[in-house]
């Protein structure tokens, strides 16, 4: 029945292209709105070392402001007509839409498990930008959540290992004039990551604003499983919560814009249930709650702060910002890598618990200035983005931190247009952290954890208009059978993980 299902799905969207290409009337309507908003991708991927085909319909609309885009793939290992053979993101089949549940006749499995498949159909949803519209929200692929200014989050992606594990995250806010807010989850069907931020203007017609945020995971330990850290597994809640304060001094516009920010946080582990056995020392017990210990041990520790400037100058968009913190504490704790190192940052957490081997107190003292702009150059075709933050403990001078680490970001984006011979378009970014000491010790890995990378380039076809060759290449975590992280010292996440490239290369269609 799948097979035929398929087969029609797939012959009721082609069909029209050799029906109606040469008629009239609403089905020249229905062509010009396919050829414009239509895609296909046939192609390969590699998904943790196994080679998959893929049929993939990617719809887009477009109204005003708002922009959807669907995402309808069949990815199989032997035969596109074979439902046993396509690949299941996350262990789910999301093209039986509750099959499993209702033939046992589990009516509320069905249903969570029906939405569940719709939900991962889409690909992205967007309407307006965080800090700059009245509302806005963002579903789907998500690329850069962030909170606030982003001191607790910023830059966080769920699609980091994309296609091979699909998200539906969603990012929305609302501002009322005078109070407001933005909330986010990282997957709607398996949700993990919360965040939200209530802002409000106290001051009359002010546009000062001051701001309280949270931002929680629930599953911070999840990959501990297997490890000589198990007992932490699922155990582990990571919290960061902060307050900010947000004072745009010259409002958004073409030409200039200026906004002041101040922000202060904290990041601090909760303990689910009575506790467990300290992996670090296995005759001592963490117990349940939230560790207060780790952010007051006679004074506030384990905390961080920045405040800067940011806007922009006719093209280029920049920002400026002083960063302090003290403990383990990280800027940005919840960014790009963090899904993949969030193990790792638990068995640091440990260390500093009940039974561990270091004092919070005794932690280090850093300090950092960030620095980021980014250049849209020949009209817009092409965009160049970077940032760096050089940290320094204040008792040594200025030099480079040995126990924190620096941050490099880039990224440059090509549109159509820009190169006449070939016009191929695309995008790659590279973030890292660490560069330079890695650089300084010999360590240097151009793709490990602490690094986000990936890209994608599209080139026409020549002499065929609506054929294109694709290429996607990202590196991600390696991941075993069972989806756990695959580390270089097995059951050790402080080895680091095992890095990987997915690969995909596909022929996309537009009708």
């Given at each position: ?6 087969f ?6 082609l ?16 062509m010009a ?8 991708e ?13 049929v993939?319909?990617?719809p887009?609309?477009?109204?005003g402001?708002?922009?959807?885009g ?25 093209w ?7 033939s046992?006749?589990d009516?509320?499995?069905?249903i969570m498990?029906?939405?569940a498949?719709?939900i ?7 309407y ?10 963002k ?6 959540l ?20 699909r998200?539906?995250?969603?990012n929305?806010?609302?501002?009322f004039g005078?109070?407001g ?12 990551i ?7 203007r106290p ?5 000062l604003a001051?701001?309280?945020s949270g ?6 330990s ?7 850290y ?24 073409e030409v ?8 202060a946080?904290?990041?601090i582990p909760?303990?689910?249930?009575s ?9 001592t ?9 780790l952010?007051?041990?006679?004074g ?13 100058v ?5 920002r400026l910002?002083y ?9 940005a704790f919840?960014?790009?890598t ?31 200035i ?7 150059l020949?009209?817009d075709k ?9 940290p320094?403990?204040?008792a040594?001078g ?6 924190a ?24 970014y ?7 000491n890695s ?6 890995e151009?793709f490990d ?6 890209g994608?380039?599209?080139i ?6 609506n ?19 695959v ?8 080895s680091?993980?095992?890095m ?5 290369i596909e ?5």
């Open positions: 029945m799948k097979r035929i299902i398929l029609i799905a797939l012959l009721t969207l069909a029209p292209a050799a029906v109606f290409s040469q008629a009239g009337g609403p089905a020249a309507s229905v709105w396919m050829k414009d908003n239509m895609g296909m046939i192609g390969s991927l590699t998904i943790d070392g196994t080679s998959y085909s893929k993939v319909l990617a887009e609309v477009r109204i402001r708002l922009k959807l669907l995402y309808l793939p069949v990815i199989y290992n032997d035969d596109l007509f074979n439902p046993s053979t396509w690949y299941e993101p996350g262990g789910n089949n999301e039986d839409f509750g099959a499993r549940y209702w046992v006749g009516t509320l499995g069905g498990d029906v939405a498949d719709i991962l159909k889409v690909k992205y949803l967007e307006g930008q965080p800090l700059e519209d009245p509302f806005f929200v579903i789907g692929n998500l690329h850069d962030t909170i606030g200014h982003g001191l607790v989050m910023r830059n966080y992606r769920n699609d980091s290992d994309f296609p091979s594990i998200r539906t995250g969603v929305t806010g609302v501002d005078r109070f807010f933005e909330a986010l989850v990282n997957d709607l069907p398996v949700p993990e919360f965040g939200a931020r209530l802002y409000f001051i009359g017609n002010s546009t001051f701001g309280i931002v929680a995971d629930l599953a911070a999840k990959d501990l499983a297997g490890t000589t198990a007992a932490a597994a699922d155990n582990f809640v990571f919290i960061g919560s902060g307050v900010d304060l947000d004072f745009p001094i010259i409002k958004s516009n200039l814009s200026l906004r002041a920010f101040a922000d946080s904290v990041t909760y303990i689910k249930g506790g467990f056995k300290n992996p670090v020392d296995n005759t017990t963490i117990a349940g709650g939230v560790k207060t210990s952010i007051w041990d006679g506030l520790k384990n905390w961080g702060a920045a405040t800067g400037l940011l806007g922009n006719l093209f280029i968009d920049w910002e960063r302090y913190f003290t403990g383990i504490f990280r800027p919840f960014d790009s963090y899904e993949r190192s969030r193990a790792i940052y638990v068995v640091q957490y440990l260390d500093y618990l009940e039974g561990g081997t270091k004092t919070i107190s005794n932690a280090p003292t850093v300090m950092g960030y620095g980021e702009a980014g250049f849209s020949l009209k092409m965009t160049l983005t970077a940032g760096y933050m050089w320094w403990d204040p040594a200025f030099a480079l931190s040995a126990v680490n620096d941050e490099f970001h880039a990224g440059i984006a090509i549109k159509k247009g820009l190169i006449p011979i070939v016009n191929l378009a695309g995008a790659i590279y973030d890292k952290w660490g560069l330079i650089l300084v010790n010999n360590s240097f151009f954890e602490k690094t986000a990378f990936a994608e380039i599209e026409p076809i020549p002499s065929t208009p054929l294109a060759i694709g290429m996607i290449f990202k590196a991600v975590a390696k991941r075993n059978g069972d989806g756990n992280i580390y270089k010292t097995p059951g050790d996440p402080t680091g993980i095992v990987s490239p997915s690969i995909t022929t996309r269609f537009r009708f």
